[in-house]
DNA sequence: AAAACCCGTCTGGTCCAACCAGTTGACGAG
DNA sequence: CTCGTCAACTGGTTGGACCAGACGGGTTTT
């Protein structure tokens, strides 16, 4: 317990990343930027290796993630080829598309996840009401106690609220919304700045999400829907001084 | 065109997994079911390769997508370790689950796909009603028109039919919907048997389908959203011989 | 001339062997 | 007992070699 001198919290871990990550993430811009159209064919990975100045298993082991990613299509014998994302990707590009964000406008792709998640999340928290596990619901209450004593700071209030949804998305027992709720926080994460100040409202209503709690610990699921609702749609319709943040693009 | 010899159309390619595509799909199946627990160590890299028989690149490669998928974290020096996938995997692994049924029961999990369709779906109608792009909206009443000609055939129908939402998803202007909207299909073909006889009955609602193009194209949100509820939430809520199936959990 | 075939050459797939680079933990010096 | 050191792990990277499938152009056949 001692030992460990007391360090500003604001360091974050120095992002070590390996050779076979950049060939991946350029290649990855590259295709979903549009440098690349579907069906081009990628170079070879023996080109490709020369090119980047790394051995060919490098390229290898990236050429398998953008093929995870559905990105690009291998074939033994043949060239492998580019495919359209907006067909074969799935929701995890989401995370890659805030990252390299020359795609499509940053905030776009907000508010599209802002959107998402306020459609999951009202239906997950119609499902939880209805067919909640007692145990995940009485947590939910719990966890909606104690986000009020966050009162002031954003940062951890974002995480106890995350941690809020996650039980709610847990306890709709519907497995893809858990899933698509992960994908949704981790493109949150990934784009970084998220929330200017229209997020700062609906974190900053308490009793909103002990309302919701309530019902659904109360099984009212239509209940659970509308206070939902109430939390959620507030920032996708609030367009919060329109025409401003557009640089970071030079 | 001559010179090809007539073919039934009923055989499919035989699939060629490389292999690292059998050491993945094992890593994979044995993660999501339970036999490692999260923050397992999984064995070393060189320790699977002999296990399996195979190179040390090939199960680098089969760890890389894991990664990727967010079923494990590689630290260079440190062990491998089993992540909780319903912490850190994204919507993609949904396909990954259908494939290896063995995780949850398959049924559970097309029930939740097809809630999640009928909640992005929804949405994504009343939205592509709103802010859709004319191109798009004809587009999509013509492919509506066309839809009713494949009357019988179950098979096209499902392919228009998913042409149908591919549209509408597009044309709603949300990437995050249209990349959930990817996930949902590819899990969906992954699990193989999907619509047991409730997918029928959409799938048969031709005039249904011209209500929501209809819609859609008049700009009527909140008609469409109603149109698509009624297409989508039907297979949902028919439980199909109701109290049956509850076994596969002993 | 047109169709069928064949083979060189390109692609990705796999393997081996070695070495680099962090992490961990046990062991010995203080 | 504490602390530094170092050996033994771990994954990361490299080079080279060879296998296997696909493609394309030239040759043969019709």
């Not at 290898?60 to 993630?65: I, V």
Request: glycine content about 8%.
């Amino acid at each position: 317990m001692s030992g460990t001198t007391l360090l500003p919290m604001t360091f974050a871990p120095v992002p070590r990343a390996s050779v076979s990550d950049h060939v991946f993430g350029q290649l990855r811009d590259a295709i979903v930027s549009g440098r690349y159209q579907p069906e081009d064919t990628l170079p070879g990975e023996r080109e490709l290796a020369t090119a980047f100045a790394v051995n060919r298993h490098a390229v290898r082991e990236a050429l398998r993630r953008l093929q995870q990613l559905g990105l690009v299509r291998v074939s033994q014998g043949g060239a492998t080829r580019v495919l359209d994302w907006r067909v074969h990707a799935g929701l995890d590009l989401a995370l890659s598309l805030a990252r390299s964000g020359d795609v499509l406008p940053v905030e776009t792709l907000v508010r599209d996840m802002l959107e998402m998640r306020a459609c999951v999340g009202i239906d997950a928290a119609r499902l939880c009401a209805e067919r909640g596990d007692p145990e995940v619901t009485a947590a939910l209450v719990r966890a909606a106690e104690e986000y009020g004593t966050l009162a002031p700071d954003l940062d951890q209030m974002h995480d106890a609220n995350i941690a809020i949804w996650w039980l709610i998305v847990r306890g709709s027992g519907n497995t893809a919304y858990l899933l698509a709720f992960n994908s949704l926080v981790a493109g949150t994460f990934a784009v970084g700045d998220v929330p200017p100040d229209a997020r700062a409202a609906e974190l900053l209503d308490v009793a909103g999400h002990r309302r919701l709690a309530a019902a659904i610990a109360a099984g009212q699921g239509t209940a659970a829907a509308g206070h939902a609702r109430a939390l959620l749609t507030a920032p996708v319709t609030t367009p919060t001084t329109p025409t401003t943040r557009r640089e970071a693009r030079a």
